[in-house]
């Protein structure tokens, strides 16, 4: 008896019932079932058709991902879906929830699809660097064409059953109060008209067209280049369904069947699932239970309406939340809400928002010169300068004006948040919320636990982290957290690397072809170079200095570390050159030959040994929430899973030995963290921990 799949019967119409919570993954127990239940049916006569149903939340929601990368469990998907579209009764996919992945290449093998109109149906195997393996390549095109598949394949992202039954892969949007009633009605009208058993394996009036026609398939390559850039799945899914067009169903499969293993057993797509977990990971606290009580919060307030202030704002008006943003002076204020303002109103511009939205979100946000007008929110926001004495002056006075239970947290990026708290008679209300900016649109928040913050204070901001739409991190007290502390060895070692004979474009060359959006350098323009600096205390120290002492301060003028076009776009320049030369010279240092290989290894393997001190010393809970705070607050490519399992897809040992060798070459800024050297010692790794 499978403890998954049942078989049940509505007179002539066998169900076909799964129960495999959270999500009906296709684990082997349900594969099992399934193939065991079509095979009953098809060997009852008095069974005229089948409905395959999920309980629960949702359609199976894909290939069960844990199973990936262990010793295949039989039968597999492929033969799963090819032995229900060889039934010779017909069956119909009953679809709600979420139909992703291999749940919808289950569908598609179906003769028949039914679905309650708030279901979605997807293909996100994408973003776990892989392609539809159980016949989706080859079925999807066949019942959408070829542009809408690649879309749907490449980009991972679902659509409505709405969408799904225009585009024809759905052919019935049935009642929401009872999907199971309205399929088995659907099977019983398939039944009673006699209607044939609708293979999608034999369609092919949506791909006929595009037969014999490259230029389709590299339009798409082309115009979706920067996108796809580094990743190795988006080309392989695009060569399934040019193939589903070009070539026989069964020749098709067998492309895809090949091109899935390559993905399946590589390391992107390792990397890929890694996060997919470590995603779903970093809410859980050890020593924080899912049941513990959080504060209610109703109102906000945010202190400074800058860029981070304006951003930080518009993240609780979107989920619905009134803001009270205050500042120093009038003009602050009134510049801070006219930005956000341009921000939503280009956002309907661009048709994502009704200007309906944009006047309901404004209407969320109130501006104020007084702090006192923050008394009755329950959680209140700085996001003032980086200045701890500044910090410091605000938390006392809100000490004394904020209600009795609300939160206090502050956007500082490095400050010591214990610091700021004792500032209060409350430290146990008070943590950080580090945003990072565009506060409005990146998804990274790195909760912040002060040494005496409450658990409920904690469990709070997690879940505000959810209902705003970010992933959350918690992070202890240390200079820069997570993210900004292990940024740092990244930046002194660029800095030193042009000095000794790199220059800034070749660093900034081998970390974008690594993956990064850009280098350091590249990402210093952008800023901007002046950030911190002052034409008093500079002493034309660093190649940094001497370029904003010569007014080249980045994009914003047209010249930085690199030279700018009218487009922005940047290109090496000879006189950066030269006073990196110079600088070299002046400070007595003999340029050499610099390899890409140790510009990699000094930039990224002293981030993961910084990454290692961070969990020897508590600061994190687990590696994988490190790599979730580098994936999604700076940029390091998802395909490589994140700096800390990147360096156990390098191997910990090669990381320890390289680090060993730049200590004895540059000293004790390359010293192993003691966790590094133990894991390599006894053969684990930052998962064992
Ligand atoms: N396999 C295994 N576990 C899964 C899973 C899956 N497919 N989907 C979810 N879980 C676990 C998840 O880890 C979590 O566990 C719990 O379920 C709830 O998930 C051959 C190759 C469905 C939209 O990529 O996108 O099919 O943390 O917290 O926010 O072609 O889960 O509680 O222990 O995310 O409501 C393709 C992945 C697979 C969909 C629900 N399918 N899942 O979101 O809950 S590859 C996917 C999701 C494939 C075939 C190929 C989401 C969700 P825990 P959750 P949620």
């Known amino acids: 008896m499978n403890p998954v799949v049942e078989l049940r019967r509505d007179g002539e119409i066998a169900v076909l019932a799964v129960n495999s919570p ?123 064409g070829p542009e809408r598949a690649m879309e749907m394949v490449t980009s991972g992202s679902p659509i409505s059953a709405k969408a799904a039954k225009e585009m024809g892969i759905v052919d019935e949007l049935v009642d929401e109060s009872d999907l199971l009633a309205s399929a088995i009605a659907f099977a019983r009208k398939v039944v009673a008209e006699n209607r044939p058993l609708k293979k999608v394996r034999d369609l092919d009036d949506k791909i006929a067209a595009a037969r014999g026609k490259p230029e389709i398939f590299d339009a798409f390559r082309k115009a979706n280049a920067r996108k796809f850039r580094g990743f190795q799945a988006p080309e392989y899914n695009v060569r399934c369904i040019e193939a589903a067009v070009n070539q026989p169903f069964d020749e098709g499969i067998r492309l895809e069947r090949q091109l899935f293993q390559e993905l399946v057993s590589g390391e992107q797509s390792a990397a890929q699932r890694h996060v997919f977990f470590a995603e779903r990971q970093v809410w859980k606290i050890p020593d924080i239970s899912d049941d513990t009580p959080t504060l209610p919060v109703k109102k906000v307030g945010v202190i400074g309406a800058g860029t981070m202030g304006g951003g930080i704002s518009m993240n609780f008006a979107n989920a619905g939340l009134p803001v009270t943003i205050v500042e120093a002076k009038p003009e602050a204020l009134e510049r801070g809400l006219g930005v956000i303002r341009r921000n939503y109103e280009s956002t309907a511009k661009k048709g994502r928002m009704s200007m309906e939205d944009v006047e309901r979100r404004m209407g969320l946000l109130t501006g104020s010169l007084k702090l006192e007008d923050l008394a009755d929110c329950d959680l209140i926001i700085e996001a003032v300068f980086e200045n701890m004495a500044i910090k410091k002056e605000i938390f006392s006075k809100l000490d004394a004006i904020a209600k009795p239970g609300a939160i206090l947290a502050s956007n500082t990026s490095y400050l010591n948040v214990n610091e700021i708290a004792a500032m209060t008679k409350r430290p146990e209300y008070v943590l950080g919320m580090h945003f990072f900016s565009p506060a ?121 570390f690199y030279d700018y076009d009218e487009n922005r776009n940047a290109k090496p320049s000879k006189l950066v050159e030269q006073i990196i030369l110079d600088l070299s010279a002046k400070k007595g240092i003999t340029r050499r030959e610099i390899s890409d290989q140790e510009i990699l290894e000094r930039c990224v393997y002293t981030m993961i040994n910084e990454g290692a001190k961070i969990l020897e010393e508590g600061i994190a809970i687990r590696s994988s929430d490190i790599d979730i705070v580098w994936i999604n607050g700076y940029g390091w490519p998802v395909y490589r899973g994140g700096p800390m399992f990147y360096g156990e897809q390098v191997g910990l040992g090669k990381v320890l030995d390289r680090l060993r060798a730049y200590e004895a070459k540059f000293g004790a800024d390359f010293k192993p963290a003691a966790l590094l050297e133990r894991l390599v010692a006894e053969g684990k790794g930052f998962r064992d921990l």
């Open 440 to 560: 409005n649109i990146m998804r990274l928040l790195e909760v912040v636990r002060g040494e005496k913050t409450d658990k409920r204070v904690v469990a709070t901001a997690m879940q505000l982290g959810r209902q705003i739409g970010k992933i959350a991190v918690l992070v202890g007290v240390c200079h820069g957290f997570v993210g900004n502390r292990m940024l740092e060895p990244r930046q002194r070692e660029a800095n030193r690397l042009i000095l000794e004979g790199a220059m800034p474009w070749d660093v900034d060359r081998v970390l974008y072809e690594f993956g990064f959006p850009m280098g350091p350098f590249a990402m210093a323009d952008l800023a901007g170079l002046d950030i911190g600096w002052s034409r008093e205390t500079s002493k034309g120290e660093t190649a940094r200095e001497i370029l904003c002492e010569q007014d080249r301060r980045g994009q914003k003028t047209g010249a930085g």
């Open 22 to 144: 959270p999500v009906n993954a296709l684990s082997a127990q349900v594969r099992e079932g399934i193939v065991e239940g079509i095979r009953q049916a098809g060997a009852d006569a008095s069974v005229k058709a089948v409905v395959l149903h999920c309980e629960g939340r949702t359609f199976f929601a894909g290939a069960d991902i844990s199973e990936f990368g262990k010793p295949p469990k039989q039968p597999m998907l492929p033969e799963v879906v090819d032995f229900i579209e060889a039934s010779s009764k017909p069956v119909i996919a009953a679809l709600h929830g979420t139909a992703l992945g291999g749940g919808l290449e289950t569908a598609l093998a179906c003769h028949y699809r039914v679905a309650v109109p708030s279901a979605k149906c997807g293909f996100p195997e994408v973003k776990l660097g892989l392609l539809p393996g159980a016949g989706g390549t080859q079925r999807l095109p066949r019942l959408v």
